[in-house]
């Protein structure tokens, strides 16, 4: 049973590129998580999507920030006209079910550099 | 409003020597969750316990364990006889039953020495 898959592992764009980071969940896993962690810090809750619909984005910036979990592929967050403030590790999570009372698990994480 | 704190940022030990890694949350709720997870150097996040607030026994897992004390809000992780494959930063995590987010703390950094 394969594990949270996330690509690609690292990223490099310059500044004003695009940046496509894609995450697959668990098997059987509908609830996708998408957290930022900057150098020296814990982890930022981004956002929060089930199959096809946006729940919870209230941690995302306000621009050039957008994210999408498709009925069919991997969930998507894509940062337009990137800035070296962007540099960051981009995590996924995804868990089996909505509530609280469950685990969250990780991927390995994407590594955005942005020069 | 939820808060986790990391008191401690790094914290070097040898190996062997017993490690306490302490979490003080804050939270309204009656209903949440406290989570540890560890980041090793390579970079992932590695999922090692979920405690829901009402159960506070705790909890052992070989060479870890758990203690959790609502009376003080607090969710501390001790490391028994600690190995250098142990290095990693340890985050604690809160969330509301009613929430989507795991609010992290800030982590501490563990290294273990030979």
């Known amino acids: 049973n394969a594990g949270v898959m996330q690509n690609p592992r690292h990223l490099v764009r310059r500044r004003g590129q695009e940046a496509r980071l894609r995450c697959s969940p668990m098997?059987?896993?509908?609830?996708v998580y998408w957290y930022r962690q900057l150098p020296e810090e814990g982890l930022k809750f981004m956002v929060y999507?089930?199959?096809?619909?946006?729940?919870?984005e209230s941690g995302m910036p306000k621009e050039r920030f957008s994210a999408e979990f498709p009925k069919e592929g991997p969930s998507i967050l894509r940062i337009q006209q990137v800035v070296r403030g962007d540099s960051a590790a981009y995590f996924c999570?995804?868990?089996?079910?909505?509530?609280?009372?469950?685990?969250?698990?990780f991927g390995q994480g994407t590594r955005l550099t942005v020069v | 409003a939820q808060k986790v704190t990391q008191a401690q940022t790094e914290i070097s030990v040898v190996e062997k020597e017993d490690v306490t890694l302490d979490c003080v949350y804050e939270?309204?709720?009656?209903?949440?969750?406290l989570f540890w997870y560890k980041q090793p150097p390579s970079g992932e996040l590695v999922f090692l316990i979920r405690?829901?607030?009402?159960?506070?026994q705790n909890e052992i897992s070989g060479r870890y364990s758990w203690n959790f004390q609502k009376s003080t809000s607090s969710f501390n992780f001790t490391i028994t006889a600690s190995q250098v494959v142990d290095s990693a930063v340890y985050f604690c995590?809160?969330?509301?039953?009613?929430?989507?987010?795991?609010?992290f703390g800030k982590g501490t950094s563990l290294l273990v020495t030979p």
């Open positions: 405690r829901n607030s009402f159960d506070e």
């Open positions: 999570a995804s868990s089996p079910l909505e509530s609280g009372n469950t685990e969250a698990f």
């Open positions: 999507l089930q199959k096809e619909n946006i729940i919870d």
């Open positions: 098997k059987g896993h509908s609830h």
């Open positions: 995590a809160l969330r509301s039953n009613s929430g989507y987010a795991l609010n």
């Open positions: 939270t309204r709720d009656t209903t949440y969750y």
